[in-house]
């Protein structure tokens, strides 16, 4: 499974559940299915930007501030990559 796609789940179920509020409810503020909200907050779909930015909305929160942990695992990769070209 994605790590980035894991966190992003696990940030979304976190403010969630210090909302009080059920995946059911979330989804209906967000206007997704509670399968789909489920689904992202095991990391188990790769949301569109629409849908990133409508569960945040749900949320109360930005797309920045719900991602803001998220790290890019790819990023750390490319450096160590571009110096192995170069050596």
Same mark, same amino acid.
């Given at each position: 499974?994605?790590?980035? /796609?894991? =966190?992003?789940?696990?940030? $979304?179920? =976190? @403010?969630?559940?210090?909302? +009080? $509020?059920?995946?059911?409810?979330? *989804?209906?503020?967000? %206007? /997704?299915?509670? =399968?789909? $909200?489920?689904?992202?907050?095991?990391?188990?779909?790769?949301? #569109?930007?629409?849908? &990133?930015?409508?569960? *945040?909305? %749900? &949320? %109360?929160? =930005?797309? #920045?501030?719900?991602?803001?942990?998220? +790290?890019?695992?790819? #990023?750390?990769?490319?450096?160590?990559?571009?110096?192995? +070209? @170069?050596?």
């Amino acid at each position: 499974m994605n790590q980035e /796609l894991l =966190t992003l789940g696990q940030n $979304i179920r =976190t @403010v969630r559940q210090s909302l +009080k $509020i059920s995946q059911e409810a979330l *989804a209906e503020r967000s %206007g /997704l299915h509670r =399968t789909y $909200i489920c689904d992202v907050e095991r990391g188990r779909r790769n949301l #569109s930007f629409f849908s &990133l930015l409508m569960v *945040a909305r %749900g &949320l %109360g929160l =930005t797309v #920045s501030e719900l991602t803001r942990n998220v +790290k890019n695992v790819e #990023s750390d990769v490319r450096p160590q990559l571009e110096l192995s +070209k @170069v050596a």
